[in-house]
């Protein structure tokens, strides 16, 4: 090719150059054009599901959709009975439970030995525990991070349901045991270059506001106004916030649940508050973030909801979060400057013990932003904390649950109670973060345990591990249950205590500890397998940090002279709380729960379900799995619970190294006890424990005089709890004493 050539072919690639822009354009306008006929045909289809003798079939036929295009627009017009739709979700929750390893049957090989027999200890094995803290010091007075949508497990709320201790229809459920071979070294590893790693940036604050939707009133900075709501849809939300006060950035709800109006239109809480956080506006639209879920901008919950908005001018441009003060302390009956002095009391401890403390959206991130600033920067751990292979991080999901939920029937209790006496476990977890599991665990097989020494045996029930164990309640046994017994239903625990009743589980080093060495009857337990892990302290510097804010806001709650001052300082104190509760929930790293919205008519993402829709978007929830998270260690969430649980049962009052005090369900009398609620007691009668206000400690929350009947159910239960919270309250009104 020569120079006159080669110039001619250029011209010539510069014209077909210009005529393939033009054509792209007229490919683009026309997509567009499509696009906007294809959502009017969707939002049409689902108008058309607004009228009762709908068809799938004749609508699909007028639409020129398949049916199965039309039933993911319009989920109302799925022809698929409902008995079949509902076996069919029954069989997938049975295939995805069967997926799971489960151990093998319980009958025992005649050529070797499966289980070793625990030694049954005496009472004066020591058991390592939390020295007691120092009194702490007296106190003088002087939020840019995407949720990542993961449902941490959380202490059983006031609705959770409940496992009677009485025996149950439910039927016994397999956990995954570890599996032999090469399978099995995958237990005993961690994820290859996921670690836990302290930043090297400080967390961006965000423009916060605090309004009561009941009364318009908001705070922000130092001023209140009162606004004018309108229906209280978000953008009438953000509108009038945003017009008091520009550049919001983060919206709390104090007061009025605007995503509960209109409520009784739908069958379920959860479809009202899609419908609410989707609700149409001119002037605002999701913000989608950014990441592999960027539709995930909402999180439909029934009572904490998070909404995020972007203006549709500029929807890539700075977003607003709506949220939920009940993330972090209960606000009921407080006004708007008493929640806000609350954040800022708040902050201010937090700044006492991290210098570069920022309030984030929840409590969950900011424990866990707190906490990656207390890796260590010297010594083994320097170089961060290593992740869970994945499948290891499922067997604790699996079998780790979390507090313990139940209520004892009659005959094992009197029908007429003659007084049901609460108790609660102050900042109870908080107790249990001075060791935790590192590092890679070693695994344990019954062979292994059984050629151990008893000291050796003794040292490793002690030490940070998690045991796959056949247990035998024993003969004469007339107190509660020691440990949890998985049975089928959405990891549904019970405690048996019925004499000579076997069942084989997984717990922690503590529990099973207890069941052998506790002062009634040991009970008989055979080790079939464990994981034995490094003793660590990746969380004590964490839990102290947090314990001091924490104790600096409880007794500025009391000595400060300003009513307002107290109830803020005593919210901020319970705002602590939660981020130790929920940074450690953070922790377990459960399989994901991704939440987003679709525009109608566009494909949704695969393995969806559908909570509800508009006329413009279809909203959708969907299982995530397990996410490369630096931050994952079930392993410490584990191992926490498993030691609250335990304390619940015994608990150890120390003075330095003298054990001067024992408390918990174990030192009540038999038939006493009615109720286990995560991290507290009812009983028939007060007990003789000690409070000193430390963490741990048994506070006296409430009285109820007898006779009482004995309750039948949870929600009687908690109707009996607030009558016994209020009486005690009143009483102690009338003597001008204390919870004691």
């Given at each position: 090719?020569?120079?006159?050539?080669?110039?001619?072919?250029?011209?010539?690639?510069?014209?077909?150059?210009?005529?393939?822009?033009?054509?792209?354009?007229?490919?683009?306008?026309?997509?567009?054009?499509?696009?906007?006929?294809?959502?009017?045909?969707?939002?049409?289809?689902?108008?058309?599901?607004?009228?009762?003798?709908?068809?799938?079939?004749?609508?699909?036929?007028?639409?020129?959709?398949?049916?199965?295009?039309?039933?993911?627009?319009?989920?109302?017009?799925?022809?698929?009975?409902?008995?079949?739709?509902?076996?069919?979700?029954?069989?997938?929750?049975?295939?995805?439970?069967?997926?799971?390893?489960?151990?093998?049957?319980?009958?025992?090989?005649?050529?070797?030995?499966?289980?070793?027999?625990?030694?049954?200890?005496?009472?004066?094995?020591?058991?390592?525990?939390?020295?007691?803290?120092?009194?702490?010091?007296?106190?003088?007075?002087?939020?840019?991070?995407?949720?990542?949508?993961?449902?941490?497990?959380?202490?059983?709320?006031?609705?959770?349901?409940?496992?009677?201790?009485?025996?149950?229809?439910?039927?016994?459920?397999?956990?995954?045991?570890?599996?032999?071979?090469?399978?099995?070294?995958?237990?005993?590893?961690?994820?290859?270059?996921?670690?836990?790693?302290?930043?090297?940036?400080?967390?961006?604050?965000?423009?916060?506001?605090?309004?009561?939707?009941?009364?318009?009133?908001?705070?922000?900075?130092?001023?209140?106004?009162?606004?004018?709501?309108?229906a209280r849809t978000p953008g009438g939300i953000l509108d009038a916030v945003l017009h008091a006060a520009p550049g919001t950035e983060r919206i709390y709800i104090t007061a009025g649940a605007p995503w509960h109006d209109g409520a009784e239109r739908y069958s379920t809480l959860k479809d009202a508050v899609a419908?609410?956080?989707?609700?149409?506006?001119?002037?605002?639209?999701?913000?989608?973030?950014?990441?592999?879920?960027?539709?995930?901008?909402?999180?439909?919950?029934?009572?904490?909801?998070?909404?995020?908005?972007?203006?549709?001018?500029?929807?890539?441009?700075?977003?607003?979060?709506i949220r939920s003060m009940g993330e972090w302390f209960d606000p009921e009956g407080t006004d708007v400057v008493t929640c806000r002095q609350a954040f800022t009391l708040l902050w201010q401890a937090l700044r006492r013990h991290w210098d570069d403390a920022v309030l984030m959206g929840s409590p969950s991130q900011t424990g866990r932003d707190l906490w990656s600033r207390t890796i260590p920067t010297t010594g083994k751990w320097a170089g961060g904390y290593p992740v869970l292979s994945e499948e290891l991080r499922g067997l604790?999901?699996?079998?780790?649950?979390?507090?313990?939920?139940?209520?004892?029937?009659?005959?094992?209790?009197?029908?007429?109670?003659?007084?049901?006496?609460?108790?609660?476990?102050?900042?109870?977890?908080?107790?249990?973060?001075?060791?935790?599991?590192?590092?890679?665990?070693?695994?344990?097989?019954?062979?292994?345990?059984?050629?151990?020494?008893?000291?050796?045996?003794?040292?490793?029930?002690?030490?940070?591990?998690?045991?796959?164990?056949?247990?035998?309640?024993?003969?004469?046994?007339?107190?509660?249950?020691?440990?949890?017994?998985?049975?089928?239903?959405?990891?549904?625990?019970?405690?048996?205590?019925?004499?000579?009743?076997?069942?084989?589980?997984?717990?922690?080093?503590?529990?099973?500890?207890?069941?052998?060495?506790?002062?009634?009857?040991?009970?008989?337990?055979?080790?079939?397998?464990?994981?034995?892990?490094?003793?660590?302290?990746?969380?004590?510097?964490?839990?102290?940090?947090?314990?001091?804010?924490?104790?600096?806001?409880?007794?500025?709650?009391?000595?400060?002279?300003?009513?307002?001052?107290?109830?803020?300082?005593?919210?901020?104190?319970?705002?602590?709380?939660?981020?130790?509760?929920?940074?450690?929930?953070?922790?377990?790293?459960?399989?994901?729960?991704?939440?987003?919205?679709?525009?109608?008519?566009?494909?949704?993402?695969?393995?969806?379900?559908?909570?509800?829709?508009?006329?413009?978007?279809?909203?959708?929830?969907?299982?995530?799995?397990?996410?490369?998270?630096?931050?994952?260690?079930?392993?410490?969430?584990?191992?926490?619970?498993?030691?609250?649980?335990?304390?619940?049962?015994?608990?150890?009052?120390?003075?330095?190294?003298?054990?001067?005090?024992?408390?918990?369900?174990?030192?009540?009398?038999?038939?006493?006890?009615?109720?286990?609620?995560?991290?507290?007691?009812?009983?028939?009668?007060?007990?003789?424990?000690?409070?000193?206000?430390?963490?741990?400690?048994?506070?006296?929350?409430?009285?109820?005089?007898?006779?009482?009947?004995?309750?039948?159910?949870?929600?009687?239960?908690?109707?009996?709890?607030?009558?016994?919270?209020?009486?005690?309250?009143?009483?102690?009104?009338?003597?001008?004493?204390?919870?004691?």
């Amino acid at each position: 090719m020569d120079r006159k050539t080669y110039t001619a072919e250029l011209a010539g690639l510069r014209e077909l150059r210009a005529e393939i822009t033009a054509a792209e354009k007229a490919v683009a306008a026309a997509q567009k054009e499509l696009d906007k006929l294809t959502a009017r045909r969707a939002r049409r289809v689902a108008g058309l599901a607004g009228y009762e003798g709908a068809k799938a079939d004749a609508v699909a036929k007028a639409a020129g959709l398949s049916v199965g295009d039309v039933v993911r627009i319009a989920p109302l017009l799925d022809p698929t009975p409902a008995a079949v739709r509902a076996a069919k979700v029954d069989d997938q929750a049975a295939a995805a439970g069967a997926a799971a390893p489960v151990p093998a049957p319980e009958a025992e090989p005649v050529d070797e030995p499966t289980a070793a027999v625990a030694p049954a200890l005496t009472r004066p094995v020591p058991v390592p525990e939390q020295p007691a803290p120092a009194p702490a010091a007296p106190v003088t007075e002087a939020p840019a991070e995407v949720e990542d949508q993961a449902v941490a497990e959380k202490p059983a709320p006031a609705t959770a349901p409940v496992v009677p201790a009485a025996p149950v229809a439910a039927g016994p459920r397999e956990l995954p045991a570890l599996p032999e071979g090469p399978a099995g070294a995958r237990f005993e590893a961690v994820t290859t270059g996921l670690v836990s790693k302290r930043p090297n940036f400080t967390q961006q604050t965000r423009s916060t506001v605090f309004l009561d939707a009941a009364t318009g009133d908001l705070a922000v900075r130092d001023r209140v106004v009162r606004l004018d709501l309108g229906a209280r849809t978000p953008g009438g939300i953000l509108d009038a916030v945003l017009h008091a006060a520009p550049g919001t950035e983060r919206i709390y709800i104090t007061a009025g649940a605007p995503w509960h109006d209109g409520a009784e239109r739908y069958s379920t809480l959860k479809d009202a508050v899609a419908a609410w956080l989707n609700t149409p506006s001119e002037r605002w639209t999701t913000a989608v973030g950014a990441g592999r879920d960027k539709l995930a901008g909402h999180f439909v919950h029934q009572r904490q909801p998070v909404g995020r908005y972007a203006p549709t001018a500029a929807p890539d441009g700075g977003s607003t979060e709506i949220r939920s003060m009940g993330e972090w302390f209960d606000p009921e009956g407080t006004d708007v400057v008493t929640c806000r002095q609350a954040f800022t009391l708040l902050w201010q401890a937090l700044r006492r013990h991290w210098d570069d403390a920022v309030l984030m959206g929840s409590p969950s991130q900011t424990g866990r932003d707190l906490w990656s600033r207390t890796i260590p920067t010297t010594g083994k751990w320097a170089g961060g904390y290593p992740v869970l292979s994945e499948e290891l991080r499922g067997l604790l999901h699996a079998t780790g649950g979390q507090g313990r939920t139940e209520l004892i029937l009659p005959p094992r209790v009197p029908e007429q109670l003659p007084a049901l006496v609460e108790y609660d476990r102050t900042f109870a977890y908080a107790k249990h973060l001075w060791k935790s599991p590192v590092g890679t665990p070693r695994r344990i097989t019954a062979a292994a345990f059984a050629a151990m020494t008893e000291q050796e045996q003794t040292k490793a029930l002690m030490s940070c591990s998690h045991w796959n164990v056949r247990v035998t309640v024993p003969a004469g046994w007339n107190h509660v249950g020691l440990l949890p017994a998985p049975v089928t239903g959405d990891r549904a625990w019970v405690y048996p205590s019925t004499p000579g009743e076997t069942f084989v589980t997984w717990a922690g080093g503590a529990e099973v500890h207890l069941a052998l060495a506790n002062h009634l009857t040991p009970w008989r337990i055979e080790v079939l397998g464990g994981l034995l892990f490094e003793d660590g302290k990746p969380l004590d510097e964490w839990g102290k940090r947090l314990k001091a804010a924490w104790a600096d806001l409880a007794n500025l709650s009391r000595i400060h002279g300003d009513e307002r001052q107290r109830t803020a300082a005593h919210l901020a104190s319970r705002a602590v709380r939660s981020v130790l509760l929920f940074g450690l929930g953070g922790f377990a790293q459960r399989p994901r729960l991704v939440s987003g919205t679709t525009p109608v008519g566009e494909t949704l993402p695969a393995g969806v379900e559908i909570l509800g829709q508009d006329g413009q978007v279809v909203t959708w929830q969907r299982q995530a799995g397990f996410s490369r998270d630096p931050y994952a260690h079930p392993e410490w969430a584990a191992y926490v619970w498993s030691g609250a649980r335990a304390a619940l049962l015994d608990m150890k009052y120390r003075q330095g190294k003298e054990v001067i005090g024992h408390a918990g369900a174990l030192h009540a009398k038999p038939g006493t006890v009615v109720y286990f609620g995560t991290d507290g007691i009812a009983l028939t009668e007060r007990q003789p424990w000690p409070y000193r206000g430390e963490p741990g400690d048994y506070l006296l929350k409430g009285h109820l005089t007898g006779p009482v009947a004995h309750p039948q159910s949870q929600e009687e239960y908690l109707k009996l709890r607030g009558l016994g919270r209020a009486e005690l309250a009143a009483a102690q009104v009338a003597t001008g004493g204390e919870q004691r």
